[in-house]
């Protein structure tokens, strides 16, 4: 069994920041990539970043140069700094990691989401 858990979501004034975590825990062997997606009410589920095993990552065009998305492998920890946030910014923010188990092979996993809201 595998389990993303995320956490730092929440309300901010525009212009501010916040900084999102995902763990991944239970019968991982090694995690390929990790990702943030978020989806905001009524609007489909849209890619934020990602990042690999190897340190590379790519943003979506309207986060790039204010967000930055790291890992820590030795803690399967996917991290997500958001600045300068706008109110656009506004949804559940979900983890995402495909990944190799002890047992069973290369799977996909999602979090359970975290709100953020940027609102003043």
């Known amino acids: 069994q595998v389990q993303l858990v995320e956490s730092g979501g929440g309300l901010v004034q525009p212009g501010g920041s916040l900084r999102l975590s995902c763990a991944a825990s239970?019968?991982?062997?090694?995690?390929?990539?990790m990702g943030w997606y978020r989806q905001a009410p009524g609007k489909q589920r849209e890619l934020v970043a990602r990042i690999t095993d190897d340190g590379s990552t790519n943003y979506a065009t309207s986060v790039k140069g204010r967000f930055t998305i790291s890992r820590d492998n030795a803690k399967n920890t996917a991290y997500l700094q958001m600045n300068s946030l706008k109110p656009e910014a506004t949804a559940v923010y979900y983890c995402?990691?495909?990944?190799?188990?002890?047992?069973?092979?290369?799977?996909?996993?999602w979090g359970q989401g975290t709100q953020v809201t940027v609102s003043s």
């Open positions: 239970g019968s991982i062997f090694s995690i390929y990539d």
């Open positions: 995402n990691a495909n990944l190799y188990r002890v047992v069973g092979g290369y799977s996909g996993y």
